[in-house]
């Protein structure tokens, strides 16, 4: 009913430029939806093929963890200078680059050997962290009184994204004989597609001036708790998520199953994460205080966590759609709480980069400390009780950012 309500209330707001029937906010929505699609396959795709990525090159665990783990580092290092990029070329073309730069590392990363692998999973690392901190802004820029309707769309966009590349990859390797390679390649073709859609909306996106410089907005941000807080639930949330991206196909590999059913058990939880990123953004959205969602979250989540380590009890399906839909919502959370907590559109871009810099650089320590736990153990149980821990302390940190605030 709160979804219902509220995009009913979307629909009828028809006198402002952001409304849907304005067709230049529908195009420029477009745009921001089709960039968001192309956030998470170039990273789905990868847990599937692991294991054929593995015996191609002959990779240790740890250095398959590396493949999740150096997106994130670059998610850390460039989500901090995003803001200059967009204090000097503006919001648009900063992002007609990054998707440049996402298809030139889709490419790379399919057509070389290990070092090729490497480098352009980073590029597109860089790429991907663009499009991460610059669609939070231009919510608050472009719709800013439909700030969660926004957020749910476009992060359940980026889920669907996900899924799809989640489940087509093994299918696309062995099924059309495109082996991992071909595989990761096919996911170049629809960045491309963005790109050509993106680059006639630039002209729609509303223009504001800066206000103050990068240095004057890094040291304001980094003296407030509220913004410290955001960014470790961030990091939290993210870390966990990337955490199953990379490592759910292995643990389902190592309980018996095969590796077409360990594929479409990661396209479910990311298909559930649609549902999560749909409803849970609109519901956070429609209250002031955001506590109780947090905590409703994680919640669940342990729950989801302590099934998976009990495979006796089976119900993996039931244990995968539970964590799909808890992470997909939590990501859509966090996007959401920079929307809300900043108080304008240069705030929130600012915010969006200092929060992701920070959240992903904690994130990017997940898939690789698995990698390496489960190198020295075998036993996966060790790993799955790590996030457990990790979803308390991402309850402290929700907790303080889910008040109502501005910075």
Known sequence: ??????????????????????????????????????????????????????????????????????????????????????????????????????????????????????????????????????????????????????????????????????????????????????????????????????????????RSKARRSFKAALKSLSGSRLVWQIAVYMGLQSLTFYVILAWLPAILLARGYDSEFAGWMLSLSQATGILGALIIPVWAGSRKDQRLVILTLVFFEIIGLIGLMLPDVGLTVVWVSLLGLVLGGTFGLALLLIVLRASDTETAAELSGMVQSIGYFIAATGPFMVGVIQEATQVWNYSLGLLIIIAAFKLIAGLGAGKPQKV
């Open 1 to 206: 009913m709160v979804f219902k309500s509220t995009f009913a209330r979307f629909l009828m707001n028809s006198n402002k430029p952001s409304s849907f029937k304005n067709p230049g906010a529908i195009w420029l929505l477009t745009g921001i939806l089709f960039i968001a699609i192309n956030l998470r396959p170039a990273l789905s795709s990868i847990g599937p093929l692991v294991d054929a990525i593995k015996h191609s090159l002959q990779l240790s665990e740890t250095l398959l963890g590396l493949l999740t783990t150096l997106p994130l580092l670059a998610f850390g290092v460039i989500s901090t200078i995003t803001p200059l990029f967009t204090k000097r070329f503006g919001i648009g073309k900063t992002l007609m680059g990054a998707l440049i730069l996402l298809s030139l590392g889709i490419f790379i990363r399919s057509t070389a050997g290990v070092f090729g692998l490497y480098l352009g999973t980073t590029l597109l690392g860089i790429a991907i962290a663009f499009g991460n901190v610059l669609i939070p802004a231009l919510t608050k820029q472009n719709f800013p009184d439909k700030a969660g309707l926004i957020t749910s769309l476009h992060s359940a966009t980026m889920s669907v994204g996900a899924a799809v590349a989640a489940g087509l990859s093994v299918p696309l390797a062995n099924d059309l004989n495109l082996g991992w390679r071909g595989s990761l390649a096919t996911w170049g073709l629809l960045s491309l597609l963005a790109l050509f859609i993106w680059i006639p909306q630039i002209k729609r996106i509303k």
